[in-house]
């Protein structure tokens, strides 16, 4: 059974597939079809809609997310807001009345999606009062593409929107709406089974069990990679373990030697930390992923794929990051450099699963800088990413950490170009090793991305783009990190 409230009124959905959308349960059982399928990839956001979960206080937070790789059974607790909920009567939301007078929809098949993006925005800005600047104003529409291109009237609309009167629908101005979802997400972390194979263990030991009954399970989280196997590849799904309920993988814990991040916790509530103490890392964020992905793509899932061009890995491995995998034997900790075994092939052992990832404290001197290739500047994946972390004392390199992404079968250090920079001052000479060593660290295959030596060029240069700004400042280099 998939409890949940649609636009303000309760839905009980049963025998519902564990491989089924969320897309799917809205255009097939439910009869919602304002939601449109594009690209089922998660990448066109014309399937965007916005979910609403209670935050601590009970009040209903809403995110916008790809309906497309949602799995249905997630919505259990939640409050789901549609295209077709926004309206109170004839009364358009500000969002919809703004789209019809600044004329930002053509065809019409993307705007629902833009409209939900925007309606997450509005929401926002509504609890948070902010300026409505470009910059947020692109990061909200990043996930969202128009092919009419009709992006100037779409702009348009969003920067006039809240000019308009504040025309909520109804079940906004529901009073019991918010308790009741509230309730709904509480009795859900009680629910186990769930219907077929799809289970939701409320706690660490229950997760245990599950992974000791059926270590074949797959483990779903985000889903933002996992879902493409049922919608690009058309594979059946049909045993799933959910993690977002276990509690100690939603945490984010501040010690002595840095932060413990729960591997379930998403790159949104992520940011805030990567922000302030990891800015290198925080811009990487907005090229990692559209806001859709974000709100639901996790740091665990990204590690625990495995993927050679996965993006963050070889941040975590230039910064030194550890993790804690456990399972029915009881956890234990390694180093991350120790995870990635093979192309797509990790430490974990039968039934185990990744649970926090630690983020270590940087030393003051120590500087970070990551730089992602694509052949788009946002929300592509990666054709080489680089990740360098340093210090630089008394004239001279100390602790170089050269990890990339997209060089190898995995995501790995550069042993023999760090080694040649290690205790060396940052000289064209010293670099001119390095550069030359990294064809001793790496033969990269050559894809749709680019080929082995365009890669080796690629990665040469971005040794060199460090050498100029170590050359120019001994600060942390400033350079932004655009596609080639």
């Known amino acids: 059974m ?20 969320l897309l799917e349960l809205l255009r097939g059982p439910l009869g919602q079809t304002g939601t449109k399928e594009g690209c089922a990839s998660g990448d066109c956001g014309a399937c965007t809609v916005a979910i609403g979960e209670p935050d601590a206080n009970g009040e209903l937070v809403y995110h916008s997310a790809n309906a497309c790789i949602v799995p249905a059974h997630q919505l259990n607790g939640c409050h789901l807001a549609t295209v077709e909920g926004l309206a109170r009567g004839d009364a358009l939301h500000p969002v919809q009345a703004a789209m019809v007078d600044y004329h930002a929809s053509q065809c019409g098949f ?34 969202n593409l ?16 809240n000019e308009y009167p504040d025309t909520h629908p109804s079940w906004a101005e529901d009073p019991t709406l ?18 077929g194979h799809y289970e939701v263990p ?17 483990l779903v989280a985000g889903a933002t990679d996992l879902w493409l196997e049922a919608t690009q590849q058309l594979k059946p799904l049909d045993d799933l373990i959910d993690l977002r ?30 922000v302030e103490h990891f800015p290198a890392f925080a811009h990487l964020m907005h090229r990692f992923a559209s806001m859709q992905i974000r709100n639901r793509a996790t ?33 234990r900790e390694l180093p991350i450099a120790e995870f990635f075994l093979d192309y797509k092939r990790t430490a974990l052992n039968d039934g185990e699963f990744l649970r926090a990832i630690l983020l270590p404290r940087r030393s003051e001197p120590q500087k970070l800088k990551v730089w ?79 080929s082995s030596e365009y890669r080796l060029t690629v990665a040469a240069n971005l040794l060199e783009r460090l050498r100029l700004g170590l050359d120019s400042t001994t600060a942390e280099v400033s350079l932004d990190a655009y596609a080639h």
């Open 372 to 450: 992602k290739i694509a052949k788009r500047r946002e929300d592509d994946i990666s054709a080489v990413l680089a990740a360098f972390a340093w210090r630089l004392e008394d004239g001279l390199l100390h602790d170089v950490h050269l990890a990339f992404g997209g060089m190898a079968a995995i995501p790995r250090r550069a042993a023999s170009a760090e080694a040649a920079l290690e205790g060396q001052a940052p000289t064209a000479a010293a670099f001119a090793a390095a550069k030359a060593a990294l064809r001793d660290d790496f033969q990269p295959l050559s894809d749709v991305r680019g």
């Open 202 to 218: 409320a706690t660490l030991d229950a997760l245990r069990d599950l992974r000791r009954q059926r270590p074949e399970a797959r």
């Open 299 to 331: 740091l665990g899932g990204n590690i625990a794929n495995a993927s050679p061009i996965g993006d963050t890995p070889p941040v975590l491995l230039a910064l030194d990051a550890r993790l804690v995998l456990d399972g029915p034997q009881g956890p």
């Open 178 to 195: 918010a308790g009741n979802v509230a309730a709904l997400a509480h009795d859900a972390t009680q629910r186990s089974p769930a219907p």
């Open 2 to 21: 998939i409890d949940f409230y649609l636009n303000g009124r309760r839905q009980r959905c049963a025998d519902v597939s564990a491989d089924t959308s």
């Open 110 to 143: 993307c705007t629902p999606g833009i409209v939900m993006s925007l309606f997450t925005l509005h929401e926002s800005q509504r609890r948070a009062p902010a300026p409505l600047t470009p910059e947020r104003l692109e990061a909200a529409l990043g996930g």
């Open 245 to 274: 309920r276990v509690a100690e993988l939603q945490r984010i814990e501040e010690t002595a030697e840095g932060w413990w991040i729960g591997a379930a916790v998403t790159y949104a509530r992520l940011e805030p930390l990567l």
């Open 146 to 161: 128009c092919r009419c291109t009709g992006y100037r009237p779409i702009r348009d609309a969003a920067l006039r929107m």
